[in-house]
């Protein structure tokens, strides 16, 4: 059986692994000069392959249709992937938040790794070819129409494999091309979003944004508030970062998945009625947190205010604080009123941005939406549509928070659609 694997991604280079083990012809067909560019700056270039925690929990970690995916990561696990990278020489390390990682702390060498494997398993491998049209007779998938060197050409095959990413990263190549051949079939694409995006700040809180850019704040909780109900959205701890246009980092990543399906939310940022309650201090209590800045200021009580928070605060956020938390400046710390540090408490426990939106598609990390999932049988990730023609990776309409678990349904569609 000859087997079109459209896509050089992890979910490409997986299906095409599989399909060859299995005993089929396999081609790769990669539009960009090498395989796997977008894997290359995953986790900041060093690739968070995967998440350490039970496969059953990946589920809860899918927000966008993760029920669907409950068959591929019972047939491909994390440990399956593990176990690939581990048999190339490449060993991995557990960090927080059961985040894998290369123990090189190198992307470059999970994709060497990958591609040996392919090497080995004689996939065939070619590159600056753009596929436009997938060719179909009486509801068959038989072949692709491709442009190779900017050279037209048909290629048959038995079977095909769309993985072509989504719209995230363009330098990489994903474009979003796959999602035009797939409607070209008669394939419904969802509605396409950013998600694993930063946020936007609004008016005056962008000011702050700007003061505090390039800030990484570490073991802090957020909570992200729809402030017109008064209600809770998402919440998280970990790390965060502040930028000359809001907010990112990991838990600010996360919460844009959960963000974007939230009811009416554009409308709701244009509002100026969403906003992100950061805890600068999340392991004290407001009690044990105003105890704590009563003792740091009895050492300093002959001192400004201003130059009294050096042990509480990262440097960089003290004169932003200072200026919130609308205590004057000069004012010696022995003559701050209890009044005043309680303001204090309420600003470091209740550090508010309002957002108004997120960057564009073309900085998500992740894309929501895509081929829906109501037109691929889950067990074997084929088309209902079009016989022969099967789904992998980021192109299908599913998506995760971040911590590993989207290259994990990258390798998982991937495997599942190379072996059916």
């Known amino acids: 059986m000859k087997t079109l694997v459209i896509g050089g991604g992890p979910a490409g280079m997986l299906a095409a692994l599989h399909a060859s083990q299995c005993g089929d012809q396999v081609i790769i067909l990669e539009k960009m000069n090498s395989l796997g560019k977008k894997l290359l700056i995953t986790g900041k270039g060093r690739c968070n392959i995967t998440s350490s925690i039970p496969m059953e929990e990946f589920i809860t970690n899918v927000p966008g249709n993760g029920i669907f995916l409950y068959s591929c990561f019972n047939q491909f696990t994390n440990k399956d992937i593990i176990d690939i990278l581990e048999k190339e020489g490449l060993k991995v390390k557990e960090e927080r938040g059961h985040r894998v990682f290369p123990i090189t702390d190198s992307a470059k060498d999970v994709l060497k790794a990958l591609e040996r494997q392919l090497n080995k398993a004689k996939v065939e491998i070619q590159t600056n070819t753009k596929v436009e ?98 209600k809770l959205i998402y919440e998280d701890f970990g790390e965060m970062l502040f930028t000359h246009w809001g907010l990112s980092g990991p838990i600010i990543l996360s919460s844009s998945a959960h963000l974007l399906r939230y009811p009416k939310v554009e409308e709701l940022l244009k509002k100026n009625s969403i906003a992100v309650f950061i805890d600068l201090k999340p392991a004290l209590t407001e009690e044990k947190l105003e105890d704590r800045i009563l003792r740091d200021f009895e050492k300093v009580k002959n001192k400004e205010y201003k130059n009294s928070l050096d042990n509480l605060l990262p440097n960089k956020m003290i004169d932003t604080i200072v200026e919130l938390s609308e205590i004057e400046s000069n004012k010696k710390v022995n003559s701050i009123t209890k009044e005043e540090r309680k303001r204090l408490v309420k600003l470091l426990k209740n550090f508010v941005v309002i957002i108004n939106g997120f960057r564009p598609i073309e900085e998500a990390i992740i894309t929501s939406g895509g081929i829906s999932t109501k037109e691929i049988n889950p067990k074997t990730m084929e088309s209902k549509l079009i016989k022969g023609l099967y789904f992998a990776g980021e192109i299908i309409d599913v998506d995760a928070y971040t911590g590993g678990f989207n290259l994990q349904i990258a390798y998982s569609t991937g495997f599942v659609a190379g072996g059916h």
């Open 133 to 230: 049209k997938i060719l179909v007779e009486n509801g068959i998938a038989i072949g692709v129409q491709c442009l190779f060197y900017d050279k037209e050409k048909t290629i048959l095959a038995d079977k095909i494999i769309l993985a072509t990413g989504g719209k995230s990263y363009p330098i990489t190549g994903s474009t979003g091309d796959g999602y035009e051949i797939a409607k070209e079939l008669g394939h419904t694409v969802t509605k396409l979003k950013p998600s694993l995006i930063p946020l936007t700040a609004s008016k005056e809180y962008l000011h702050i944004c700007k003061q505090l850019q390039g800030l990484s704040l570490r073991n802090v909780k957020i909570q992200i508030r729809d402030t017109q109900k008064n």
